[in-house]
Antibody, heavy 116, light 110 residues
């Protein structure tokens, strides 16, 4: 079955770090661009990182320098290392697969709460 | 605020037709980038509904259609059903910050 399953979310203090994982099944990670998209509670969607099939990475200004996207194709896993977390980073984080410039496959999401 | 602008809410009675607009600018939709639409049912992940302005993934009913003109795009839903009650998001590409979404529109079926 083709699917994405996120894990690693939880409660973290401001300034702390967290690493999210996204387990991939049913397709090869290296064949697709992959993304992380987040959604604040009761809010809209925001793209937070992208890794191309060639390994190039992109970030919006809101997380650049704090978040790092990576992948291990052999482990069929996508990661998001989040450092210097802020209250504004509190959200459900989804991993998603590219289909052209759209996202055709989404995980169920993992909740990250940044609070003291 | 979001790069792409959507109305916060729309509503319609069962069987009616509703449209949701998505307004961008010359750096995204107006630059020729495709617009995509997602449906998000309560408590679930977004689902791709329309891609490349007007194409439907397999399994999406033809009651859903998309269009694009200039710096705007629209999603139309005909024959409204109770199960269509959800949040709808448009998405496109921007020169910076690349992948952008609308703020979302809550569809209420009366």
């Amino acid at each position: 079955e083709v699917q994405l399953v996120e894990s690693g979310g939880g409660l973290v203090q401001p300034g702390g770090s967290l690493r999210l994982s996204c387990a991939v099944s049913g397709f090869s990670l290296g064949d697709y661009d992959m993304y992380w998209v987040r959604q604040g509670i009761g809010k809209g969607l925001e793209w937070v990182s992208m890794i191309g099939y060639a390994g190039d990475t992109y970030y919006p200004g809101s997380v650049k320098g704090r978040f790092t996207i990576s992948r291990e194709s052999a482990k069929k896993s996508l990661y998001l290392q989040m450092n210097s977390l802020r209250a504004g980073d509190t959200a459900v984080y989804f991993c998603a697969r590219a289909f052209g410039s759209s996202f055709d496959l989404w995980g169920q999401g993992t909740l990250v709460t940044v609070a003291s | 605020q979001s790069v792409l602008t959507q109305p916060p809410s729309v509503s319609g009675a069962p069987g009616q037709r509703v449209t949701i607009s998505c307004t961008g600018s010359s750096s995204n939709i107006g630059a020729g980038y495709d617009v995509h639409w997602y449906q998000q049912l309560p408590g679930t992940a977004p689902k791709l509904l329309i891609y490349d302005n007007r194409k439907r993934p397999s399994g999406v009913p033809d009651r859903f259609s998309g269009s694009k003109s200039g710096t705007s795009a629209s999603l139309a839903i005909t024959g409204l059903q109770a199960e269509d009650e959800a949040d709808y998001y448009c998405q496109s590409y921007d020169n910076s910050p690349y992948w952008v979404f609308g703020g979302g529109t809550r569809l209420t079926v009366l």
